[in-house]
């Protein structure tokens, strides 16, 4: 494969900039080319570029043109889907048929329902009288917040970069895009597709880099920068909620989770392995709505951790590119190290080790990826670290519990509060402990089962404020009354 060279997309055209990094493939370690490092004359450049289009044709757009030039550019993500799933697997080693049939498809819906969503809100009106008996008409109106910064992570770099993309250009807005340094292809590949169906220069913008001292924090900082979308870690979250006080911007935030899973007794027990082994170790357990902690009714415990041992060991790690390869690798050497770490940690707090717990042996090439292995632990009290602190690896631990209560009050047991997967036949019960698990989503009977037009967001220090369907006009739009007098 030729060496890429990957330059930011700013007012329609791809530039480059003299400062670059490397990037390596995450299955093998193979450098596959150069990123473009934005220093601040790049973000400024973007930032002007955005904030020239609100007041160009895009800005006079109506809301029927712009909603079906969306339409053309999910469209035009789909007849170049090969490109774009190729681009995804070589940035994060994921395999073929998660991006293929998941990531990709889904990066390109979220153009289409959010292009439907606005193009159907209505408007709240109310005829009043005041008691001097003066009359009149109020009704409110939508208008884009203007230049919207989107800073992502690397975990699902299409799909996560659209969700907050898609909705912000639906509403009339622009955007500058910070993509993850570890994941600059998709985004540059969308550059393409923008200038393909004619999307007007600068709505859609791209500057890579790195967060501190680098594009990131130039963005995030920018006074010419609206309103912030971020998703990523949580004291990432704060360090943005710091720069965007100046200026009074706001922000809206998808940030980490210590999601706890719980397991009654009743449960379909096949259903739940299923759905709990994706939720403990798809994508290599790089979700930010992934499991970590599962909790499990004491009866059927031990039955649970062998069928979800034997899950985890029947993952294939492998090239991407394979049909039988069900496991990718970690992102990076880096958070390889942390979630060995982890591993580590697991034993010197005194866990027993159901599986995994270290590195597979990998043929060839593959040696040099960031692989581990898909590990469960049982064992351990609810203060032990890996209880405790997002991992975002492919492990979890797995303790018994005894009453519904008890496992509803260790379920809340976290600073977090991004989600949870439930699982029982009594549906009773299941709505019950739904409500009572403080987080801002709750799967009965399922997991990551993800209808666009519902609020997808965080609660404690998971989130600030939910996006999805017509929740993301809140943040993507300012509510303007205006009152006639009649
Ligand atoms: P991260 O916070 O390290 O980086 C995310 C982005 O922020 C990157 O583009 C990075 O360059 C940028 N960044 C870092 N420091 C910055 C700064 N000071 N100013 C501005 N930008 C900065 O997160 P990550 O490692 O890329 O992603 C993993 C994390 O994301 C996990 O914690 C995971 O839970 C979270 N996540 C949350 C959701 C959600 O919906 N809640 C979804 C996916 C991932
Ligand atoms: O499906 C979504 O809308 C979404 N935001 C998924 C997030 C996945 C996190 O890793």
Partial sequence: MEPQYFKHFINGEFVSSSRTFPKHRPSDGALIGQVCEAGKAEVNAAVAAARAAMKGPWGRMSVEDRTALLHKVADEINRRAEDFV?????????PRAMVEHGFIPRGAANFKIFADVIKNVPAESFTSSSPDGRGALNYSIRVPKGVIGVVCPWNAPLLLMTWKVGPALACGN?????????TPATAALLGEVMNAVG???????????????????????HPGVDAITFTGETRTGTAIMKAAADGIRSVSFELGGKNAGVVFADCDLDAAIEGIGRAAFMNCGQICLGTERLYVERPIFDRFVTALKKRAESLKPGNPEDAGTTLGPLISEEQRNKVL?????????GATLVTGGGVPDMPGELAHGHWVQPTIWTGLPETASVIREEIFGPCCH??????????????????????????????TRAHRVAARIDVGIAWINSWFLRDLRTPFGGSKRSGIGREGGVHSLEFYTELRNICVKL
């Fill in 86 to 94: 190729l681009a995804e697997m070589n940035d994060t080693g994921q």
């Fill in 174 to 182: 622009t955007v500058v895009v910070k993509p993850s340094e570890e």
């Fill in 199 to 221: 999307v007007p220069p600068g709505v859609y913008n791209v500057v890579h880099g790195f967060g501190p001292d680098s594009a990131g924090a130039f963005l995030t900082s």
């Fill in 341 to 349: 770490s982890y591993y580590k940690k697991a034993r010197d707090e």
């Fill in 398 to 427: 797995i303790a018994p519990f005894d009453t519904e209560d008890e496992a509803i009050e260790r379920a809340n047991d976290t600073e977090y509060g991004l989600c949870t997967t439930i699982w029982t036949q009594n549906l």
